[in-house]
């Protein structure tokens, strides 16, 4: 994952001195109050919308310093999921829950076979937008939504809630 997000901190160099502020409380806001069972999917870029509220004209520098905040988030909370979904398959599998040992085995390639479908979506949604220096808002919104969505599939699913 990381190899993916070094290039894309090249696209934010220029907004990092202007001081902008990036707060998650947002979307961290609006899943609270969604509940169990409710349509998570509306608080997907709520923490970037707002901070890109406090820009001056919304340059795509700003958008992308905005939208790689929130993608960062989301991609913790897979990788949160992912760590704790490592940490039982680590115990023996008489100890973890027959569908966690069952599922085990597929997770890895999961993940894996994901990342490779995100990156081809967002290249092929980011070709249809401005190219060049506009490319990169359009690539960090569809991998902001892409990643927010698999996070909140994999939080509901492992959760019990999917």
């Known amino acids: 994952m990381l190899r993916f997000l070094l290039p894309l901190s090249l ?3 220029p907004v990092l001195a ?18 169990h069972g409710a349509d998570k999917h509306v608080c997907i870029g709520r923490a970037a ?9 919304a340059s795509d520098d ?16 897979i990788n949160d999921v992912t760590m704790d979904l490592r940490r039982a398959m680590g115990q023996p599998n008489d100890e973890l829950p027959a569908d966690l040992a069952n599922q085990a085995s597929t997770a890895r390639d999961l993940y894996e076979l994901w990342v490779f479908y995100r990156k081809a979506r967002c290249d092929h949604e980011a070709s249809f937008g401005q190219v060049g220096a506009g490319a990169g808002p359009d690539y960090l919104q569809c991998l902001l939504q892409e990643t927010a ?11 019990g809630e999917g």
């Open 149 to 159: 969505e698999q996070a909140l599939y994999l939080g509901a699913l492992y959760s």
């Open 11 to 13: 696209f934010v160099t």
């Open 49 to 57: 919308a707002a901070c890109m509220e406090q820009a001056s004209g």
């Open 18 to 35: 202007q001081d902008m502020s990036f707060q998650i409380g947002p979307t961290e806001d609006c899943l609270a109050q969604s509940g």
């Open 62 to 77: 700003e958008m992308s310093f905005c939208l790689l905040q929130e993608f960062g988030w989301w991609d913790q909370q």
